[in-house]
């Protein structure tokens, strides 16, 4: 155990090796930055009080490091950071993967399951401690970023599951001359999750549906989850051993999802790896250029694997082979990635949970506690405390949206969340162009071709081309449940973690779906 006191970094920041760090603290804390794990998972400066659990708790491996879910104290992956009362705030970052920071009585600690840990501490202003940090990292994960900043269309947020060849290929020739320059096909075109070949849904074929992207004259981008499968898959019914297990040689789970368990490869092993090169070489081949790889978390689960390695390490070397496989002049966007063993490796990046339709659910929200279910808040206000990693490479906030039919979200709200695509220099939607009036359409073109000057001018606040937008009444957390509230977010918790209620309520979607999809 490494002990650093305040006098050594006090007016320089510092690195230092070790594998346990421990820094007392100079003044009594105010404000604690918690780091969630990957994509989907909260990041916030939260005050200091433990924050309920989130439920169901059938979805922690889905959306949290399940390792610390239960943990009372205020805890981060690979960074935390304090704020006092003065402003000032005192970061202890780690420049290694595996690596996980936690408050515990006025103390900081730092602990790396690796065998070498390294970390930055800094103390001073925000912006500038994260700067110092950001120049760090750059160096340690060899960050290259790309100066593409693509505008895509997405199938996910309009068409969920629903896609199939007639209704794709109808809206490539709707969105007609809008300035997309992918247009990207989510999920819904596999035959099953770990069978990545082309579903009855598209009977010309995955090249017919690049090529026909590729013929409006951009480049076509697909969604895929390359490293989860259902057991209902061929592939796991052919590749039992493929797949992760703990010491006692049960399955890993790696969480719950389309109303089945999912279930994660073991990427240290030669004939899986072997298939990850061979799976992008194909989807290369078929004409993809930009490829949304999702539920990558799976990658990274604590289990018993093939080559005895560090978790995060093993699932960063599997982005590594898949990296190399697709080929650099592939976009390559992560999604539910554990955040830092992604830098460095990938063009993109998810930063937040999904959005919605909605602002934000009662039920979700408040109830469940839950912020990485989708839901329109959560997405912006994870997004914006991850919004730091912007120099290091593209920050993906998820879509905006644009049209009023089906959409529940206010005005001001769809505002914000085209505000933060245009800080993040994001900018993708799954509006339906024949679902949009000329006047929503027309809208949609202006955002597209904007290129404002962005500045960023506190912790929530920015400027755009001299407009001022301010996030912060939409970053606050929901004030944790009591009494008989509590008690019934509890039960339904348990409800919301039972596989048979999951599979009647992801009924009751599918069919609401299936209606849209056959009113368009
Ligand atoms: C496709 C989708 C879209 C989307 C991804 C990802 O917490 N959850 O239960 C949860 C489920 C799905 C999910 C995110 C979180 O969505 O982020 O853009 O590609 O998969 O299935």
Sequence with gaps: MTVIPFTEFKEKSKIIQANEIQIDLPFAPVQYYRHGWQSWSLAAWT????????????????????????????????????????????????????????????????????????????????????????????????????????????SWYSLYTMIDEDILYKIFDVLGDLPFDVLQVDDGWQKSIGDWEVNGKFPAGMQALAE??????????????????????????????????????????????????????????????????????????????YLKLDFLY???????????????????????????????????????????????????????????????????AVLLYNPSIPATRSAIRTSLNRFWLNPLLHVDPDVAYFELKGNLLAPEHKRLLQDLALICNFKATSDLPQWMTTEEREQLRAFLNLNPQIAQTGRYTFSIDNRVVDFTSTVALPVPPKGLTALWGKVLGWLGSQPFILRIFKGMDDNLLRKRRASL
């Design 47 to 154: 005050n200091l009080t433990p924050l309920p659990v989130l439920k169901p708790a059938i979805f922690h491996t889905l959306q949290v490091n399940i390792e610390h879910v239960y943990k009372s104290h205020p805890n981060g992956s690979w960074l935390g950071a304090i704020q006092f009362a003065d402003g000032n705030i005192l970061l202890l970052g780690a420049l290694t993967l595996d690596t996980h920071v936690s408050l515990i009585n006025d103390v900081l600690h730092g602990r790396s399951d690796a065998e070498h840990g390294e970390w930055f501490i800094s103390y001073g202003q925000e912006n500038i401690v994260f700067e110092e940090y950001i120049k760090e990292l750059e160096i340690r994960f060899q960050v290259v970023k790309k100066n593409i900043k693509p505008r895509v269309w997405c």
């Design 212 to 289: 026909k992207i590729k013929s409006t004259g951009r480049s076509a981008g697909l969604w895929l989850a390359p490293l989860i499968a259902t057991k209902s898959s061929k592939l796991f019914r052919e590749h039992p051993d493929w797949f992760l297990r703990n010491e006692r040689g049960v399955f890993v789970t790696a969480g719950f999802n389309w109303g089945e368990y999912l279930f994660a490869l073991d990427t240290t092993r030669p004939d899986v790896t072997a298939w990850l090169v061979a799976l992008m070489k194909q989807v290369r081949a078929w004409g993809f250029d």
């Design 298 to 364: 799976a990658g990274a689960l604590k289990g018993k694997r093939y080559k005895d390695m560090p978790r995060e390490a093993a699932y960063r070397e599997s982005l590594r082979v898949m990296r190399e496989a697709m080929g650099l002049d592939a976009f390559f966007l992560t999604c539910g990635t554990p955040i830092f063993p992604a830098l460095g490796l990938c063009d993109a990046i998810r930063i937040g949970p999904d959005v919605s339709h909605e602002w934000e659910k009662h039920r979700d």
